[in-house]
């Protein structure tokens, strides 16, 4: 939970119980990162909210970002329908 906590200060923005987040563990240290995963959020915002922070995710762990979103997309559109 620190290290949501602590990205959602650089968001400037609060936690909800609501949220979804993907947790990285960061290779050869003991920290994380972390990555909001917003309704309407593509993997293309994604991948541009990490470039600053020269984030590297495996594919495998894409595929479940990826999975995640579009899941998120659908359930979207059918409560807009």
Not at 9 to 14: A, K, S, T, V
Not at 42 to 52: A, R, S, Y
């Amino acid at each position: 939970m620190p290290f949501v906590n602590f990205r959602a200060n650089l968001e400037g923005r609060q936690v909800t119980q609501d949220d979804d987040v993907a947790i990285f563990n960061v290779h050869g240290t003991g920290s994380h990162f972390v990555v909001f995963l917003d309704p309407g959020k593509t993997v293309k915002d994604v991948e541009e909210e990490i470039v600053p922070y020269n984030v590297l995710i495996t594919g495998s762990d894409w595929s479940l970002i990826a999975q995640d979103l579009e899941n998120k997309g659908y359930y979207l559109e059918a409560i807009q329908d």
